[in-house]
Structures are given as structure tokens and as C-alpha cells.
């Protein structure tokens, strides 16, 4: 058989052009099965990635735009976006969660409820509240709105998460949450019919009505913050309106307010509102903008939850009034003395912080938050642990105080008080700090307080995975009846004399007097 003719000839070299279609071929094909693994890690992981304000094809209510997870920042509210804490995180490998040898019973007079983005932390303790309000929803636009939401979670995720928290608790109620808070990018305006605009505001109402049934949710949590005083009338016929829509469909209707505390009699004063038609009663301490819109008796009326944003008394965004606990006893039962004349107590919930503050004393540096795992990190070095805390004890014992300029300056402030929040008091970086944060110690003696006043329950702002596990062992107690009753508080008098001393300085401050004031505009921001 000659050379030319045998069966396997040699073969000729690819050429240029096969080997580059060869090489895009192999880089296709592989970048192919990285996406893959890559969407299906992220599905796996419960995330989800979206445009914001581009509603996604499939969305069951095309008036519901999918968000991005909004990142927490102060614990207490919505920061700017240069803000470089954030606390806490969900992980990407969750855990898996065990069903709980107990639920909670629905015949409790005393119930528990939190509001969180931590999705995590609400798989792991949803058996241990009686309400659970995911804090996933705002408003679509910035300074005029147009009746629609955004939603953190993705539709699909909201009916699977649903499902996930009732297969886990089948008696709890979720009642997700609607935030607004106004700023100067971000305003309440259209959507509660300003600016006449009634067909705006129905469709709103429309929209929060067709997620409630679209999804299953117990009901809706209106969470509308900061708004200036000449919102109040549009905002209680937004509210009446929508609260009537949503107890025709057998739904709840919750709404968070701002913390009052009792005016002096002889310091109670009118406020005339531009716009309004009638003037404001200002029979509580808190003159500026947001308390002036939440009328507490309007609002009960309505409502089946009223829940007071009882934390930051003592802000890390200003100066004054420095260091100090963020809902301490003192306050809160001057709250609770306010509201109880204007709100039924079965509807009535306290929202307790689960963080805290870490101070400087004599440096120049910025307030942080802290959580559980803060204060354990703290006590692991040299410090002193107080609790309960007496801010004027300390300062009359310790020999530093001389430097302590951020809190030696407000001593009157604390002046016969003893906190039961706990405190640690160190050195970091040169710079001695206290740091005021939330155990289970200062948390059951809030509790009491609470249902000495026979309360409807509390909040927790909010739930995460970094609380302390010990105030988890005292609500698998509570929310099964198995917590001993406490005595019973008496009524009391709205005080006559200044008993609280509020942080004024770090709001909006509104002139008052019995002729027309104007409105001093310094807004507060809090973002989405």
C-alpha cells in the first residue's frame, strides 16, 4: 500500500481562525457555567439582584417595585449614605432552623413584637413574638411620590418568606412595614393627597391594600416619620381612609409613633400650622415637627396597634444631651403616662431599643452603636461595669472627671437618676469611653414597667442577630403566659413640674405662641 493511499494520514495543523473559534468556544462555555453556579449561589442565599425603581417582569403587583436590602446604619433610624458603620449582617451560609418545642399563646394580655430587616434573626426567633414586622417596604420617589412601594424583597421571596415564618410559628401575625422618613430628598407628600391630589393618595391606598392580600399579611404597619406639622390633617384622613380598607379585608393596622411625654400645665400652648384648620394642642414637651403630626386619640381610633419609638433620648448625631441610656424607666414612664390618657392600653406598645451608644469622654470621637457582641468584646479588656448606672455617683468618685468634658457638662441632666441600663466604662485608643447598651437585666425591668401599666406589649427596634441570647430566654417565657405577674401601677397625674429633661437641640424647634408661628426648618434625614 503506497505512502498516499494508508488509512491514517498525517494531519494538518489547525489554523489561526479554528484556534481562536476553539479558544472563545472553551471561554463561552465556561463563563456560561459561571454564571449558573453564581445565580443559583445567590438563590441559594436568599439575596436577590434588582434595579431599583425597575419593576421586574413576573411581579405579582406591578405598583410594588423590587429593592436592593437597604444597609442599617444607626440603629434608630435610616442614615445618610457616607455612613461607614453598619450592624449587623446577614451571613450567606444560614443555618438551619429547628422548630421550636413551644409556640407562642395567642391569650396572652401582654404581647411581643419586632420590627427587622435581619431575615436570619426572624427564621431563628420567630417562635418567641407574637407579631414580626419585616421592615422591607417605602415609597417610590423622592420628593412627589405617585402612590407605589418599593420592596426590598423580591415577590418570590415574599410569598416564600411568608410561608417560612407561619410554617416555623403558625400563630404568628406578620405585619410588614411601610417607612417613610422626611428629609431633604425624600418627602410624604402626594401619596397622603397634599397638594389636592386625592387620586394619588386612593391609589396608594390601593396599592398597600393589594400587597396585604397578594402576599397573605396579617395586616400593615404605617411607619410615616418626620413629617412637618402642616401634614397632620392630610395624614389622619390618609390613615382613616386606609385603615377602613384594610378592616374590611379582616386585616390589622398598626402605626409607629413619636415618643410625647407631658407638658407642664401652665406651658401648654396652641400651635398655628399653615394650612391646618384648626390649631395644634401642644400638651406634650416634644415641639418639633414629627410629634406634632401623630395625634395619639386620632390615631387609637383607628388604628388596632400603636406603637411609640421610645429610644434616643440620647442620640449620637449631637452634642447634647451626651452620653447617657437610650430608653431608660425615668422616660419611659412618662410616656406611658402621656399615651395611656389617649390611647386604649390593649393597643398601646412600647418599642424598646436592643443597641446602645459607646462614648467618648474627652476626645474627639464619634458615638458608635453597640450590640451584644460589642459589649462582650468591651469586657474582655480592662473596664468597670455599672448597673444600675448613677451618672452623678460616678462623676462625684471618679478621679478622671476633670477630663471627662462630653459628659462632666451634663450632670444636671442625670441629676437623682439611676439608670437600670447597664454601662462600661474604658479606656480605647487614649480616649476614655462609656458605652450604655441592652441586657437581659435592663430589659426585664422595662418589661415590668410595661405591664405594671397593663400595656398591650412591645417593639423591639430592632431584631437582630447580635441581641443578647439571654433576652431570648425571658421571652420564651413571657409569650407562653409563664413570666409571674406584677402589681399593678396606679394612675397617675400628668406632672406639673419638669421631671424629664428632652434632647430639643438635635430637632426641628417650632416657635410657639397664641399668634401664627413659623416653622424653623432644620430636617432630620433618614434614608431607605
Known amino acids: 500500500m503506497s505512502e498516499s493511499q494508508s488509512p491514517n494520514p498525517p494531519k494538518r495543523p489547525l489554523s489561526n481562525v479554528a484556534k481562536y473559534s476553539l479558544l472563545f468556544a472553551s471561554w463561552f ?8 453556579l453564581g445565580m443559583n449561589l445567590m438563590q441559594n442565599s436568599g439575596s436577590t439582584l434588582v434595579l431599583k425603581d425597575l419593576p421586574k417582569t413576573g411581579n405579582t403587583n406591578p405598583s410594588v417595585v423590587e429593592a436592593s436590602t437597604p444597609s442599617l446604619g444607626t440603629p434608630s433610624e435610616m442614615e445618610t449614605s457616607d455612613q461607614t458603620e453598619s450592624k449587623p449582617t446577614t451571613s ?16 396572652v394580655s401582654f404581647r411581643s413584637s419586632a420590627w427587622s430587616t435581619d431575615w436570619t434573626a426572624m427564621k431563628k426567633t420567630v417562635h418567641l413574638y407574637n407579631e414580626i414586622h419585616p421592615f422591607i417596604y417605602t415609597m417610590k420617589g423622592g420628593l ?21 415564618l407561619r410554617a416555623l410559628n403558625p400563630k404568628v401575625k406578620i405585619i410588614p412595614t411601610i417607612f417613610r422618613w422626611e428629609n431633604p430628598k425624600e418627602k410624604i407628600q402626594e401619596n397622603i393627597g397634599m397638594g389636592g391630589r386625592n387620586d394619588i393618595r386612593d391609589h396608594h391606598i390601593q396599592v398597600i391594600v393589594n400587597e396585604i392580600m397578594t402576599y397573605g399579611y396579617d395586616g400593615i404597619d404605617i411607619d410615616y416619620e418626620g413629617m412637618s406639622c402642616d401634614k397632620k390633617e392630610k395624614f389622619e384622613e390618609f390613615f382613616a381612609l386606609l385603615a377602613k380598607e384594610v378592616h374590611k379585608k379582616g386585616k390589622l393596622i398598626s402605626v409607629a409613633v413619636h415618643p410625647k411625654t407631658p407638658a407642664e400645665k401652665s406651658k401648654k400652648k396652641e400651635l398655628q400650622c399653615r ?31 400603636v ?14 444631651p451626651g452620653p447617657g441610656p437610650q430608653a431608660p424607666n425615668v422616660w419611659l414612664k412618662d410616656i406611658i403616662t402621656y399615651a395611656k390618657k389617649r390611647v386604649p392600653t390593649q393597643k398601646l406598645y412600647m418599642a424598646i431599643p436592643t443597641y446602645g451608644y459607646d462614648w467618648a469622654l474627652n476626645c474627639k470621637a464619634s458615638a458608635k452603636a453597640i450590640y ?59 480616649c476614655d469611653r462609656v458605652a450604655f447598651y441592652m441586657n437581659r437585666r435592663a430589659f426585664e425591668e422595662k418589661m415590668n414597667l410595661l405591664r405594671k401599666y397593663d400595656l398591650g406589649g412591645f417593639s423591639f427596634w430592632q431584631l437582630v442577630t447580635d441581641n443578647d441570647p439571654e ?49 424653623k426648618s432644620n430636617s432630620k434625614t433618614k434614608q431607605f
Not at 29 to 36: D, E, G, N, V
Not at 307 to 320: D, F, G, Q, S, T
Open 471 to 519: 433576652i431570648n430566654v425571658y421571652l420564651s417565657k413571657l409569650v407562653q403566659g409563664k413570666i409571674p405577674p406584677v402589681e399593678k401601677a396606679k394612675e397617675e397625674e400628668e406632672p406639673k413640674e419638669e421631671t424629664t429633661i428632652q434632647n430639643l437641640e438635635s430637632k426641628e424647634t417650632l416657635k410657639v405662641s397664641d399668634s401664627k408661628s413659623k416653622q
Open 372 to 430: 451584644h457582641s460589642d459589649a462582650q468584646r468591651i469586657k474582655a479588656g480592662t473596664h468597670k461595669n455599672r448597673q444600675p448606672t448613677d451618672i452623678n455617683r460616678i462623676l462625684n468618685e471618679e478621679n478622671k472627671v476633670a477630663n471627662w468634658k462630653n459628659l462632666s457638662k451634663f450632670s444636671d441632666i442625670h441629676k437623682n437618676r439611676a439608670y437600670e441600663d447597664p454601662s462600661l466604662w474604658y479606656t480605647s485608643g487614649g
Open 307 to 320: 406603637k411609640i419609638m421610645a429610644y434616643e433620648l440620647h442620640p449620637r448625631k449631637y452634642h447634647n
Open 92 to 107: 450567606v451560609e444560614e443555618e438551619a432552623i429547628e422548630t421550636p418545642n413551644f409556640l407562642p399563646d395567642e391569650n
Open 29 to 36: 462555555f465556561l463563563s456560561a457555567i459561571s454564571f449558573y
Open 275 to 305: 394650612g391646618l384648620s384648626k390649631p395644634i394642642q401642644l400638651d406634650f414637651r416634644e415641639n418639633w415637627r414629627g410629634p406634632t403630626t401623630h395625634d395619639y386619640e386620632f390615631l387609637a381610633k383607628h388604628a388596632d396597634r
Open 144 to 164: 412627589s411620590n405617585n402612590g407605589e412601594l418599593i420592596s426590598s424583597w423580591s415577590s418570590t421571596s415574599r410569598k416564600e418568606r411568608v410561608q417560612e
